[in-house]
């Protein structure tokens, strides 16, 4: 997990809902993932939350989709 010393970590919500934008990112459901339904990371929607409301780690996202989850919020925040 991505922890600092405040207490927080960076995440990207997920859905199940296909929307067929750019800034979604697809997520196989398998076990590697956890999910049961093929899912979405909403790249537009990243945001810091507390450290205190994780309660345990479902799954991992594969490296492959790591990396494009990578290039779509380098794209989203102009880096």
């Known amino acids: 997990m991505n922890a600092s010393r405040a207490g927080l970590v960076i995440v990207v919500p997920v859905t199940s809902t296909r929307r067929n934008l750019p800034s979604h990112v697809e997520i196989?459901?398998?076990?590697?993932?956890?999910?049961?339904?093929?899912?979405?990371?909403?790249?537009?929607?990243?945001?810091?939350v507390s450290v205190e409301r994780?309660?345990?780690?479902?799954?991992?996202?594969?490296p492959a989709v790591l990396h494009r989850l990578q290039r779509v919020i380098a794209l989203l925040l102009d880096l």
């Open 28 to 48: 196989e459901a398998d076990n590697v993932s956890g999910l049961r339904d093929t899912s979405y990371a909403k790249a537009e929607d990243i945001k810091s």
């Open 54 to 62: 994780l309660i345990n780690r479902i799954g991992q996202v594969p």
